[in-house]
């Protein structure tokens, strides 16, 4: 009998094994992980960083459908639905957060912070101004993750190298938004070295965008867009509204220029969820907290240009700039 018991506990044990082989596990041991995935707002850019970010997490052996399960939500560019985002996400006890830009990222830091479950961000310009880290880029509690920090002297020596004659550089952005509150004083400080003034117009809500694109195009050479995922959302309007006045819009990344900005040097946001995906990975296996964690910020920077847009505009594209491009783009995608 006793060796029939025997037997039993060795295979029960051996089972076990196998069943551990070739898993990855989470903190808390778990065969399959939870995450929850706030995203802010509906664009390009940010839907990059999701299917990034769960590349990054599929390359360190979390694949959704086998040991991941993703609940993933929108706000929809509305701050009280991110918050309502953030807490569903703490009561279902998820076991990490990925918070897609700044007001969704604060809302998950917020929400998550009394409880065990670590937040990851991307696409958050600023860390420090948005109180997720301290000055020194050490987390400010359970949460790190990887800025999109613009790279605003390489912008505006792109825009003086496109725009010799330009004086006036025109930029909206919500007021709400403390990444964009940053790249505005940012911008305004660098500006006058490359010989332009910034005309900054705030905005509230998308509602405001209409009027307010209409007054900054009478007073400006060109518009410069930031990341702002107010702004961002509404972005074909702009665009449109600006081609009515000849007057080039340039962006802050691909997605931008795809959908008829003139060119950018920006950010590679798929690229940069996967650097994120991979900092979540290091937390759900264990290896760090995300307390531990310093965020990071993506150093690549390439310029990519419309020559439809250009040609609608009249204006030729710099050889040197179209010869170091990442990607030209031929059309203008809807």
Known sequence: M?????????????????????????????????????QFAEHGSLDNCKNGFLEGLKQEGYVEGENL?????????????????????????????????????????????????PVIFTAVTDPVLAELAKADGTPNGNVTGTSDKLPVERQLEMIRAILPEAKTIGIMYSTSEVNSVSAIEEYKAAAPAYGFEIVESGIST????????????????????????????SLPLILDKAAEKNIPVFGSEVEQV??????????????????????AAQVLKGEKKASEINFEVIEEASFYGNTKVAENLGITLPEDLVKGAKEMFQTISE
Do not use: R
């Open 2 to 38: 006793k060796k029939i018991i025997s037997v039993a506990i060795m295979l029960a044990l051996t089972a076990g094994l196998l069943v551990g082989c070739g898993t990855t596990t989470g903190t808390s041991g778990k065969s399959k992980v939870t995450i929850g995935i706030g």
């Open 206 to 233: 998308t509602a405001d965008i209409p009027l307010a694109a209409d007054n900054l195009l009478e007073k400006v050479d060109c518009i410069n867009n930031l990341t702002d995922n107010t702004v961002v959302s």
């Open 69 to 117: 399960e993703v609940k993933f939500e929108n706000a929809q560019a509305d701050g009280a639905i991110a918050g309502q985002i953030a807490n569903n996400f703490v009561a279902n006890k998820v076991d990490l957060i990925c918070a897609i830009a700044t007001p969704m990222a604060q809302s998950a830091f917020g929400a998550a912070k009394n409880t065990d479950i």
């Open 258 to 279: 795809k959908i008829g900005c003139l060119a950018t040097v920006g950010l590679d946001y798929y690229d940069l969820g996967i650097q994120t995906g991979k900092m």
